[in-house]
């Protein structure tokens, strides 16, 4: 059974951090694109991040500058470091898989194939 296990989320005042992390089984997360995704109440659901197998990564315009993400392909598992936190970062955030074929950052999220069930985030001002 396929299966991502996000951890990290909590409340934050603003200007805080917080790191998410997703570990994934080898063969989910071998050779596999990993993202971000973030939903807030009564919103859709979107990209926050990005990363390919070899380390290519794509950032929405929103946390550039604030958010990293990164693989340890040796532990199967990917980060999100979130720097600078606001407010409009509260959301639900997702991890997902995406097989090849890949437009990294550009794939909507009824094409991802496996996905996490969610760590809440909370900035308060």
């Known amino acids: 059974q396929v299966q991502l296990v996000e951890s990290g989320g909590g409340l934050v005042q603003a200007g805080g951090s917080l790191r998410l992390s997703c570990a994934a089984s080898e063969r989910t997360f071998r050779g596999n694109a990993m993202a971000w995704f973030r939903q807030a109440p009564g919103k859709e659901r979107n990209i926050v991040a990005a990363?390919?197998?070899?380390?290519?990564?794509y950032y929405a315009d929103s946390v550039k500058g604030r958010f990293t993400i990164s693989r340890d392909n040796a532990k199967n598992t990917a980060y999100l470091q979130m720097n600078n936190l606001k407010p409009e970062d509260t959301a639900v955030y997702y991890c997902a898989v995406k097989n090849w074929p890949v437009r990294l950052g550009y794939d909507p999220p009824n094409e991802y194939d496996y996905w996490g069930q969610g760590t809440q985030v909370t900035v308060s001002s």
């Open positions: 990363i390919s197998w070899s380390g290519s990564t």
